[in-house]
């Protein structure tokens, strides 16, 4: 349950599994506990966190970091359109850095 001081957000764990960036919630917390996760340039470790439209996360994605801006807050964990529809993307999806330069 959100805390009356916490209208229009949700818990970073739960909108990145509504956003289908994780497959359960039980991953999205371990992606912020390892501190994955970056909402508006700070770090974040707690899943916790109270995350509000217009926020800009930065997170891994595969091979890629994603840099996302929430445009509204899903209401629940629908199809993958519904979810996408949710943010915008912000870059193209920029390559993770690799430890081997390619010639």
Known sequence: ?????????????????????????????AMVAAGHIRLDGRRVTRASVAVHAGATLVLPVGERIEVIRLLSLPLRRGPAPEAQACYARLDGGVPAPSGAASS
Request: proline share 3%; aromatic share 10%; charged share 20%.
């Open 1 to 29: 349950m959100a805390s009356p001081g916490a209208a229009g957000s949700i818990r970073l764990d739960k909108l990145l599994w509504y956003l289908r960036f994780a497959r359960s919630r039980s991953i999205a917390q």
